[in-house]
């Protein structure tokens, strides 16, 4: 048994219990037990861990990324047509099974220093996501892009479930790790593939992610092609379940809004990138008020630039003010519950994670609060909002496994994956000269 | 002479020159020159500092704050009425000379550690603002609040004039610290007193700073009592000139917009306290494309929680994109441009710093670009908004002087002052504890 002991204790749980000075037990991949003051009398092959009065709260769960997207970050900023013009063309022309795992372990390694302990990812090659998500020891589903435009890891959707269940074969019995289907958004799959997708999941017991209500194009195409919102044409093709994660709903219309809620489907929002794209403020004021669950995702570090969630805290927050026109729209407190909790149920996973609780799996970060800026607290959750960054989490820890202990990442090699990543970065550098001289 | 060489520059000159391997010669509190490279041979005198790569920039300047309200950080967050309900009460009550000077002790670390150079305050018992700020090495205007309601230092505006007389004695001859008037708002002073303290101004060539157009209740009651937008009434006072730096800028009309150009006034936006209190959107890009001056500030820690300008950086892009609808609003260059010149030239200090440029004054920031959240780098605009964290931030200069190296700050003793301000805020929380049992 591990004992971690002088915690703060931040336990997400239902009744929202907090702990000033307290104690925290480990069992192998499990939280034992925790309370306040010292812990009992344990036996003396217990390892006992002194927090020096440092937070430790549940492991934050990322419910919506690309993880290998770091290899873009900061690429093409404030260009409207960045997708186009690079981001598709550098995909086709240099994204291979290597280069994504070399972006993922880039991305792991900062997700683990950021406090991030459960990823939901999408992109391709995911097999390699898997394994970098493996290796480093976090927690994750990992996603099968379905995609009707030429994609890096498939040509047609045939080859794409192919991949699909290759990749759930290979993970089925991880402890970890689960593999799911991503039909990348309705335009861009339609509704038979959304359908096979469906039965997929169903079949196999698994979630489901895809991008969902996310630009007016998306919006306008289930209009025109299919007479209908593009929410009623994924409740048509059976996907609208609690199985689905959908990323964004940016623009869902009212009935739409209440089609998510009655299918049970969780939204997870990504504040930053949508507003770094200039999309808007997505209605999670609303959905919030119907029921939806809701979670808080980065997207791609191609569009938020980071990949921990206290980059989101703020603006996620601050959208919703602004729309409600007042400073009480989502308080803080519902702000780190959609951190952890929230993104643990749209995960299917609120069961074993997302809170400080005996018996479930002990992902933890530990906090430190001692960086002036984050004194003093008059309120834990609005120091975590308003004033925390990545840089205050100490140690990360999944299922039992310190992944991270005062700063030092364990089981990433930082040094040699961020030289890995800008290696690669160099070859997209050239690139991007080759595009942008074409177009000179 | 001191040499810092194998450094990144980011000038923010005119050119927007940038050098990948450069050095900077600094003497006495002055760049003496900078270029590309090594330096040229030098004295056996010159101390010579690696700089191991790391990017030099200017100090950013932070044009409106409330130093002191680091001791509310936090409080009553997401609760509508806070003003009345805790701040003001608090303030009355409590806020002496002594915890003024605590409240901006913690403040003068955190700006240190967050690489602001220059701060423009106001508040109450500025005297010890300007003592904390000389002690800490910090640059900074210190603004004498006027207003028509009881304030912790003044009675009546006759009191707040005698005080801001003696503080302008005390600093007229400070190399870093000057003195300025600070009406709170239109609302809360009125025209007389705006009149009085533009001449005051006027007379001792000095700048004023004032809240502007901030909130909904401030533009009813201008046209109310005086049948004017409160630009307008700020106009006829003699206040809209150059001298002002108006803070927040919220709801200008197309006209008042005009006016603020037409006045050559500068605009400190507060991007995070805007929109944490739900007060929206400010037209910053339609300012800009007036030729309207912008800085960034961070308002008071107890509205935007932070007083470092990074926290400032994502909102304030993300904000003017989201109007806009689109990614291209306010770039991160522009970004960069406002915590920086910008913010120097709204202060009157253009000319002195704001920028890397032999003959200015050496107010510069060392920042690490060693974090994998910040790799790899395709615009270092980019990853200053939209990944650079304070933490990165490694050693701090004002007027040649290392306020800050490797993260140890040199001129504040950080221990005690967190100490202080913890035994304040603890007198704040048995008053807090007063209000809600009263209220209950």
Request: net charge negative.
């Amino acid at each position: 048994m591990t004992l971690l002991v002088n915690a703060r204790l931040l336990t997400m749980d239902a009744g929202r219990r907090e702990i000033e000075r307290g104690w925290l037990a480990i069992e192998g991949d499990r939280i034992a037990a925790l309370g306040a003051g010292d812990p009992p009398g344990g036996s003396p092959d217990d390892v006992v861990e002194d927090m020096d009065g440092d937070l430790i709260m549940p492991g934050m769960v990322n419910p919506h990324t690309h993880l290998a997207m770091t290899l873009f970050r900061g690429l093409g900023e404030d260009v409207d047509d960045r997708l186009f013009r690079y981001i598709l063309p550098l995909e086709r022309a240099l994204v291979t099974a290597d280069v994504v795992e070399t972006g993922a372990r880039l991305a792991a390694l900062e997700c683990i220093q950021g406090g991030v302990t459960t990823v939901a990812d999408m992109y391709y090659f995911e097999d390699r996501i898997g394994r970098v998500l493996d290796e480093a020891g976090l927690r994750g589903l990992i996603g099968q892009t379905i995609a009707n435009f030429a994609a890096p890891d498939h040509a047609g959707t045939d080859e794409a479930f192919a991949l699909l269940d290759a990749l759930d074969d290979s993970y089925r019995d991880h402890p970890l790790i689960s593999a799911t289907p991503a039909p990348h958004a309705p335009y861009s799959t339609g509704p038979a593939v959304m359908e096979r997708a469906a039965a997929w999941a169903e079949n196999r017991d698994a979630m489901v992610q895809m991008h969902l209500a996310e630009t007016h194009d998306e919006m306008a195409w289930a209009e025109r092609e299919h007479g209908c919102s593009t929410v009623e044409l994924t409740r048509r093709s059976g996907l609208l379940t609690p199985r689905l994660i959908a990323a964004h709903a940016m623009y869902p219309s009212e009935a739409d809004m209440d089609l998510i809620a009655e299918g049970g489907t969780g939204v997870a929002h990504n504040a930053r990138a949508n507003g770094k794209g200039g999309r808007g403020i997505a209605p999670i004021a609303a959905l919030r008020a119907r029921g939806v669950r809701v979670g808080l995702g980065t997207d791609g570090p191609m569009s938020s630039n980071t990949l921990d969630l206290f980059s989101q805290f703020a603006p996620a927050s601050m959208f919703q003010k602004i729309a409600g026109g007042s400073r009480k729209p989502l308080p803080a407190t519902d702000v780190i519950h959609m951190a952890t909790q929230g993104g643990a149920d749209i995960l299917g996973l609120g069961a074993k994670i997302g809170s400080l609780e005996p018996g479930k799996q002990a992902d933890l970060v530990r906090m430190s609060l001692d960086a002036p800026r984050l004194q003093p607290v008059y309120d834990i959750y609005a120091t975590l909002v308003f004033a925390a960054l990545p840089s205050d989490v100490r140690a990360t820890m999944v299922a039992g496994r310190w992944l991270m202990r005062d700063r030092v990442v364990e089981t990433v090699e930082a040094k040699r994956a961020v030289a890995d990543a800008l290696q690669v970065a160099d070859r997209f550098k050239d690139r991007i000269r080759e595009i942008d001289g074409a177009s000179a």
